[in-house]
């Protein structure tokens, strides 16, 4: 099992492309459930809220957004997951690909890690999940980061390809 920070020392090693078996629950949330080595269980769920940026003066209309967050048995504090991360990761990035799928008239993608978890020294610390997702939905799934600020625990990014275009590539391909 895989740890948060050799996920980031071994990210282009690494295959995210085996995510949890999730459920989508309505338009907007995706649920998923497992269990740790030690034999918890437990349940998370992924979920999507629509809003509007004001780019009018910039491109003649508004752009659609997306906020994405995740939480695993009702909290969005750091979680010991018992070294399942890539999984985790692997099911954040699914649903987001499913989601842009279904919705291809959304551009960005927003999200953000609690303060709560920004002591650099937690092993499970949420803000360095999200570096991991945001490198690898730039780099392997069609975004461009328009807003990166891991210590603010900020992210913002656009999607780069028309969603038609990646319906059929894998998870660790550019959606082209």
Do not use: C
């Not at 709560?116 to 949420?126: M, V, W, Y």
């Amino acid at each position: 099992m895989v740890q948060i920070r050799e996920m980031l020392d071994r990210l282009d090693e690494l295959t995210f492309d085996k995510p949890m078996n999730y459920t989508k629950y309505d338009d907007m949330s995706y649920d998923f459930s497992f269990e740790t080595p030690d034999g918890e269980s437990h349940d998370g769920i992924i979920e999507f809220s629509k809003s509007v940026i004001d780019t009018t003066a910039q491109t003649g209309d508004d752009t659609k957004k997306v906020y994405m967050e995740y939480a695993i048995d009702g909290t969005y504090e750091a979680f010991d997951t018992q070294g399942m991360h890539v999984q985790i990761v692997s099911t954040v990035i699914d649903s987001i690909k499913d989601w842009f799928k279904s919705h291809p008239d959304y551009q960005f993608l927003e999200y953000t890690a609690k303060a709560q978890n920004a002591d650099k020294t937690d092993a499970n610390n949420r803000q360095r999940v999200y570096s991991i997702v945001t490198k690898l939905l730039s780099k392997h799934h069609g975004f461009d980061v328009v807003i990166n600020d891991p210590s603010a625990g900020h992210y913002l990014l656009k999607l780069r390809t028309e969603p038609e275009s990646y319906e059929n590539a894998s998870p660790v391909q550019v959606w082209k």
